[in-house]
């Protein structure tokens, strides 16, 4: 009996068409899950550039009110370039918009990607440190667009 199977077994040659088959199906199923995934990551690294320099905005506002005794009421983009000059409104991938209403105690920084048009922003108000980013469930923002 064994014998028969080894003569039938040495017989053949390749694979078989269902074989093949679904070996096909197995690698198209595994393609179709890591593609978008793959797409994703990309999002996510070209939004965490964006997301270091809402940081690094945040760093140089801190820095300018310090020089300002702890008034944040005359810092703009340029104060900020002058402190940090990576921080900048002309920056061709991430640009700075110009702090919203700085006040003695409280600023609104953010930065957007370019590339995926995203954007991250840190508030403080009244002490209190808020990121929020959009759009929510994109990219490197979370769902519910709050990413610190």
């Known amino acids: 009996m064994l014998l028969k199977l080894r003569e039938r077994m040495a017989s053949e040659k390749g694979f078989t068409l269902i074989e093949l088959l679904v070996v096909m199906l ?4 595994l393609a179709a899950i890591a593609i978008p995934t793959f797409f994703n990551q990309k999002q996510k690294a070209n939004d965490s550039s964006a997301k270091a320099m809402a940081h690094t905005a945040q760093t140089a506002i801190e820095t300018c009110g310090t020089d300002n ?4 009421a005359t810092c703009n983009v340029a104060a900020l370039t002058a402190v940090e000059n990576t921080v900048s409104a002309a920056d061709p991938k991430n640009p700075v918009s110009e702090p919203t209403a700085p006040t003695a105690t409280d600023y609104v920084v953010r930065a957007t990607n370019t590339t995926t048009g ?11 440190f808020t990121f929020t980013c959009n759009p929510g469930g994109q990219g490197g923002c979370p769902t519910g667009g709050n990413w610190g």
């Open 69 to 72: 005794n702890g008034s944040y």
């Open 118 to 128: 995203h954007w991250f922003q840190i508030s403080r108000t009244g002490g209190t």
């Open 26 to 29: 197995i690698i198209g199923i």
